[in-house]
């Protein structure tokens, strides 16, 4: 799960992928910048979080690296500006092929960008909580099937 500073979007998503699947999937969040490496995530992911169910209080950010590209089979970004700095890092087709807009789950093709709610209000959290969710249980049901 990939997002620009992996504080509020990306923590939120890998919490709620996380407790959708069973214990043997690796899932993790990282964010484009460097902006907030080794920093929680933002107190209001935690909190809309916290009110389903989820502590992602624990979780540190960190900035997306090419290794990623070999640690991961999946590579879900929140907007159009993740996916273009992903893709850059990528060595060939093989990674930018692992890479998809996370919102592509929900309403394929389409493209839509998670929005970042940093600026925003708790509404912004609660919408991006929802948004998430369902992009996660489409993803979790994919990976169980």
Request: glycine share 6%; hydrophobic share 35%.
């Amino acid at each position: 799960m990939v997002c620009l500073g992996n504080i509020c979007r990306s923590p939120l998503a890998e919490g709620i992928l996380r407790d959708k699947l069973p214990e043997h999937f690796t899932v993790d969040s990282a964010g484009t910048s460097n902006y907030h490496i080794g920093d929680a995530p933002d107190r209001r992911s935690v909190a809309i979080a916290k009110v389903n169910g989820l502590d992602i209080s624990n979780l540190r950010g960190r900035q997306f690296k090419v290794s990623d590209f070999d640690a991961f089979d999946l590579i879900y970004v929140m907007d159009d500006s993740n996916f273009k700095n992903v893709v850059k890092l990528a060595r060939n087709d093989s990674d930018i092929a692992k890479v998809a807009m996370i919102l592509n789950e929900v309403y394929p093709n389409e493209n839509y960008n998670v929005p970042d709610p940093y600026y925003g209000g708790d509404d912004g959290f609660k919408n991006v909580y929802k948004m998430l969710d369902e992009a996660c249980s489409i993803i979790a049901n994919k990976l169980t099937e």
